[in-house]
């Protein structure tokens, strides 16, 4: 396991800003352009950038710390100077204290050094962590799921929207249909009364015709 703070020479303490300097001094040294050709140089700014993108985030930060003090305890990698097995945040004590506040400092520390009681606080910790997750992922579930909604909903309308725009154009073309069905009938009938005028004058004019003949008034 690779120890993040070592790489970037930083203790544990290390604030956010504290780290975010290390990285940038060390990265512009180690980066391969400057160091064109150098193997070592180009893993070491590798395994800068990895500790970064871990020690940066809060969260992920937090869970390392919990498997670094877990490999400390369960002694797979040894513990650097400024490593405090009860506590990576905690500072080194000053010479300068008071003796009231060095018998503080040496009680918490006493309690701190209590192996059960720190796994509890790990557990703990990787318990907040696991509990964190979950939330993310079914905040991440709602959601896809309203998102989902959205766009079933949007399908429907559209479908529908679709299904109306085809049923009126039906419609439409069927009033049309209708219309031209329509005048046709009309301008055949209008044909057909003209061509029966044209038929019933000739008669008309020829009994008329007779009838003056035959004396009698045809007004």
């Known amino acids: 396991m690779k120890n993040y703070y070592n790489i970037l020479e930083v203790p544990e303490s290390a604030s956010a800003e504290m780290i975010k300097t290390a990285y940038r ?74 003796s009231a506040s060095q018998e503080k400092t040496d009680k918490k520390e006493k309690i701190f050094h209590n192996a059960e009681a720190y796994k509890s606080r790990l557990d703990e910790l990787m318990r907040k962590h696991n509990e964190l997750i979950e939330k993310q992922k079914k905040a991440a579930e709602e959601i896809k799921k309203k998102e989902e909604v959205k766009e079933q909903s949007f399908y429907e309308t559209f479908k529908k929207n679709r299904e109306n725009a085809i049923l009126e154009q039906k419609i439409k073309q069927q009033q049309e249909q209708e219309l031209k069905k329509k005048q046709e009938e009309q301008k055949q009938n209008i044909q057909e009364q003209k061509e029966e005028a044209n038929i019933t004058r000739p008669q008309k004019n020829r009994i008329k015709a007779i009838l003056s003949i035959l004396g009698f008034r045809t007004d």
Request: glycine content about 2%; cysteine-free; overall charge positive.
């Open 25 to 98: 001094n060390l990265a512009k040294k180690w980066h391969p352009d400057l160091n064109p050709g150098n193997a070592e140089a180009e893993q070491m700014f590798m395994d800068i950038k990895e500790a970064y993108s871990v020690l940066s985030n809060a969260i992920k930060r937090n869970f390392y710390d919990y498997q670094l003090r877990k490999a400390i305890l369960d002694k797979k990698i040894e513990p650097t100077s400024t490593t405090k097995v009860g506590s990576f945040r905690k500072t080194e004590t000053n010479a300068k204290k008071t």
